[in-house]
């Protein structure tokens, strides 16, 4: 089955810093690459996705890039912001299987 | 509209005792999922619904662990007897659509502490 490894599992980065999050995958049938972003006591919330036919979509200050080839995919916050804090999973699937999730990375933004 | 509510929240109970959590998915969503995080590590499927009937059960850990959703709406997860190990987040998640790759809809956890 799928399996998705995530870097790093901690980040702290200054205001204004970008901040670059990495995941791995295991599966080559995977297609749909996800982002999802938990704050502090709630429950985890799509910010981005990207499907395998794209290598790049961006929304704002957030972009995503996916390396088909390599089976890597990551996230990119620029100009982040002290609301940017939270913890940022990226997850995989293919067809009707579950979403695969990453471990987690806590981003910290310092001001 | 409201999103997908859990209950409780939270949840302290002793090793061997039971507990059900529940999960009101968003009004319309046929598909429920059921994710459990144990702390540091991944968010970790556990069963899928499309409306009452079980998709996908294949992440549940044992037989320790049922769930369901009666008439297609609300879904419960029990844990019988529960042990250490299932101390962690439990979170519910609907969408409306079953094939590709609509958007999951997450609730805000039931968090399980096992003493």
């Known amino acids: 089955g799928e399996n998705v490894e995530q870097h790093p599992s901690t980040l702290s980065v200054q205001e204004g810093d970008s901040a670059v999050i990495k995941c791995t995958y295991s599966d080559s049938a995977s297609n749909y690459f996800p982002w999802y972003k938990q704050e502090l006591g709630k429950g985890p919330q799509l910010i981005i996705d990207?499907?395998?036919?794209?290598g790049e979509k961006k929304d704002q200050r957030i972009a995503v890039t996916l390396n088909k080839t390599a089976k890597h995919f990551s996230l990119h916050i620029t100009e982040t912001q002290p609301e940017d804090s939270a913890v940022y999973f990226c997850a995989a699937k293919s067809g009707n299987t579950p979403l695969v999730f990453g471990k987690g990375t806590r981003l910290s933004v310092i001001a | 509209e409201a999103g997908v509510t859990q209950f409780p929240s939270h949840s302290v109970i002793e090793k061997g005792q039971t507990v059900t959590l529940r999960c009101d998915p968003i009004?319309?969503?046929?598909?429920l999922y059921w994710y459990r995080r144990v702390m540091g590590k991944e968010i970790k499927f556990l069963l899928h619904?499309?409306?009452?009937?079980?998709?996908?059960e294949s992440g549940m850990p044992n037989n320790r662990f049922l769930a369901e959703r009666t008439g297609g709406t609300y879904s419960t997860l029990k844990v019988q007897p529960a042990e250490l190990e299932d101390s962690g987040v439990y979170f519910c998640?609907?969408?409306?659509?079953?094939?590709?790759?609509?958007?999951?809809?997450f609730g805000e956890g039931s968090r399980l502490t096992v003493l």
């Open positions: 990207i499907r395998s036919n794209v």
């Open positions: 009004s319309g969503h046929d598909n």
């Open positions: 998640a609907s969408s409306k659509q079953l094939r590709g790759t609509g958007e999951l809809f």
């Open positions: 619904f499309v409306k009452e009937s079980k998709q996908d």
